[in-house]
């Protein structure tokens, strides 16, 4: 039974670079949310998508944007790197908006 | 929005005692209340979560309290193994919906080290 997948596991990228990252959810899940962790602290909400429209955003800048796929996959692309947005990025799918979450192993992303 | 507080920051006890961690929340919408365990370098993994219509649950050697009027809500491990040394993190969500629809916001987490 496979859990949530992401891609890549590590990514280093430059200050202005475009990164995306991927999101596999779990079969038969619907619900899509992307979490930023940054070392030492609990995850922070970016996004959630439901049935594929976006239906929550945290507070992030418009630099971060999504997508959930017709396969309910998604990704997660943020433009104009920051130093700041070196962190962990968590994927979670979930059945529907409102069910337990379940983490996938995160895309370790380092700005330089 | 919601703003969750946890505490302790750190927590050290020997093999075999109990340990509590505690929440607080400040939005009374909340209803959802979820636990997860951090491992080093790995994925949160949900351990129990509660819903506000009931005041505790258990699972095995853990349990979670539910205080809704004082807006606070813990996790007790009892019998602890070194196993259990990781980082916890509780959690609050509307499951209502509304402006927040699924967020669900974090505390600052808990480093548990269990001490053979």
């Known amino acids: 039974d496979a859990g949530v997948t992401q891609s890549p596991t590590h990514l280093i990228k430059t200050r202005g670079q475009h990164v995306t990252l991927r999101c596999s959810p779990i079969?038969?899940?619907?619900?899509v949310s992307w979490y930023q962790q940054v070392l030492g602290q609990g995850p922070q909400f970016i996004f959630q998508?439901?049935?594929?429209?976006?239906?929550g955003r945290g507070n992030f800048p418009d630099r971060f944007s999504a997508r959930q796929f017709p396969n309910y996959s998604s990704e997660l692309n943020v433009n104009a790197l920051l130093l700041g947005d070196s962190a962990l990025y968590l994927c979670?799918?979930?059945?529907?908006?409102?069910?337990?979450?379940?983490f996938g192993n995160g895309t370790r992303l380092t700005v330089t | 929005g919601e703003n969750v507080e946890q505490h302790p920051s750190t927590l050290s006890v020997q093999e075999g005692d109990s340990a509590v961690i505690k929440c607080t929340y400040s939005?009374?919408?909340?209803?959802?209340f979820p636990w997860y365990k951090q491992e080093l370098g790995k994925r949160p993994q949900l351990i129990i979560d509660?819903?506000?219509?009931?005041g505790e649950k258990k699972d095995q050697r853990i349990a979670v309290t539910l205080n809704k009027t004082a807006k606070h809500f813990s996790l007790h491990i009892t019998e602890t193994q070194p196993e259990d040394s990781a980082v916890y993190f509780c959690?609050?969500?509307?499951?209502?919906?509304?402006?927040?629809?699924?967020?669900?916001?974090f505390g600052q987490g808990t480093i548990l080290t269990v001490h053979p």
């Open positions: 939005d009374s919408a909340s209803n959802y």
């Open positions: 079969s038969g899940h619907k619900s």
């Open positions: 979670a799918s979930s059945l529907a908006w409102n069910s337990p979450l379940h």
């Open positions: 959690a609050a969500r509307n499951n209502a919906g509304g402006t927040s629809y699924g967020k669900l916001t």
């Open positions: 509660i819903r506000s219509n009931v």
């Open positions: 998508y439901y049935e594929k429209e976006e239906r």
